[in-house]
């Protein structure tokens, strides 16, 4: 039996009603985290956020990279062949559609993707990156970046491979983050997304930075044989 308040989806039902209660979010697992950022988001994008009348964007903020999916299209796509994190990040970061995304992943995919699956992925697209790993920061890269959830898991004595059932994915481009847990087609400021974090008491590290520097040379030679 499903003991946690804060299961099956998000709204006054979800039972997520202390904002910056994430104790119990830790607790009940990676989807309950996802539930409390998402009210939280709404609470800041809701109560902060004056349009621009010409462009729709906040006042004083950078106007948003275009995104080739729309909400639809992500809920059709997750329910579809479970696109999550890995697959809205790439194709947000590099402007490319779901569908583009799915054809480049490696198979088998099965709803989450490794930092491989991600450069393989990239490498498919035509895209060079720069790649640093091992970090604990929580700078974001213009790219894509790999979340690490802090919490137990993290713990001496646990397995590594438990961690990765709390880790995540965002793509960051001109300022602008796109980051599923919070609005899965729409991008925000990146001060936003660390308000949002921080307004959860919801503590996290960056672990793998994939700068995106140009299409890859061979590529283009290709493209001329």
Same mark, same amino acid.
């Given at each position: 039996? %499903?003991?946690?308040?804060?299961?099956?989806?998000?709204?006054? !039902?979800?039972?997520?009603?202390?904002?910056?209660?994430?104790? &119990?979010?830790?607790?009940?697992?990676?989807?309950?985290?996802? %539930?409390?950022?998402?009210?939280?988001?709404?609470?800041?994008?809701?109560?902060?956020?004056?349009?621009?009348?010409?462009?729709?964007?906040?006042?004083?903020?950078?106007?948003?990279?275009s995104l080739r999916f729309t909400d639809g299209e992500s809920r059709r796509a997750h329910e579809k062949w479970k696109a999550s994190c890995g697959p809205h990040s790439i194709?947000?970061?590099?402007?490319? &559609?779901?569908?583009?995304?799915?054809?480049?992943?490696?198979?088998?995919?099965?709803?989450?993707?490794?930092?491989?699956?991600?450069?393989?992925?990239?490498?498919?697209?035509?895209?060079?990156?720069?790649?640093?790993?091992?970090?604990? &920061? @929580?700078?974001?890269?213009?790219?894509?970046?790999?979340?690490?959830?802090?919490?137990?898991?993290?713990?001496?004595?646990?397995?590594?491979?438990?961690?990765?059932?709390?880790?995540?994915?965002? !793509?960051?481009?001109?300022?602008?983050?796109?980051? &599923?847990?919070?609005?899965?087609?729409?991008?925000?400021?990146?001060?936003?997304?660390?308000?949002?974090?921080?307004? %959860?008491? %919801?503590?996290?590290?960056?672990? @793998? @930075?994939?700068?995106?520097?140009?299409?890859? !040379?061979?590529?283009?030679?290709?493209?001329?044989?």
């Amino acid at each position: 039996m %499903n003991s946690c308040p804060l299961e099956g989806g998000v709204g006054p !039902a979800s039972g997520f009603a202390v904002e910056g209660d994430m104790r &119990t979010a830790l607790l009940c697992g990676p989807a309950s985290i996802r %539930n409390a950022v998402r009210l939280t988001a709404l609470r800041i994008l809701g109560a902060s956020i004056t349009p621009r009348p010409d462009s729709g964007a906040a006042v004083g903020q950078p106007l948003s990279p275009s995104l080739r999916f729309t909400d639809g299209e992500s809920r059709r796509a997750h329910e579809k062949w479970k696109a999550s994190c890995g697959p809205h990040s790439i194709a947000a970061a590099c402007g490319r &559609t779901l569908d583009d995304v799915r054809l480049a992943i490696p198979p088998p995919y099965r709803g989450w993707m490794s930092p491989a699956m991600v450069g393989d992925t990239l490498r498919t697209l035509g895209w060079a990156y720069t790649l640093r790993k091992g970090l604990k &920061t @929580h700078e974001l890269c213009e790219g894509l970046n790999r979340v690490q959830w802090e919490g137990k898991w993290l713990d001496p004595g646990v397995h590594a491979s438990v961690a990765y059932f709390h880790t995540h994915w965002i !793509a960051k481009r001109g300022g602008m983050v796109l980051c &599923t847990a919070i609005a899965r087609a729409r991008w925000i400021p990146e001060e936003w997304f660390g308000a949002t974090h921080r307004a %959860n008491g %919801n503590p996290f590290h960056i672990t @793998h @930075h994939y700068v995106l520097a140009s299409k890859i !040379a061979t590529q283009r030679y290709l493209d001329f044989v």
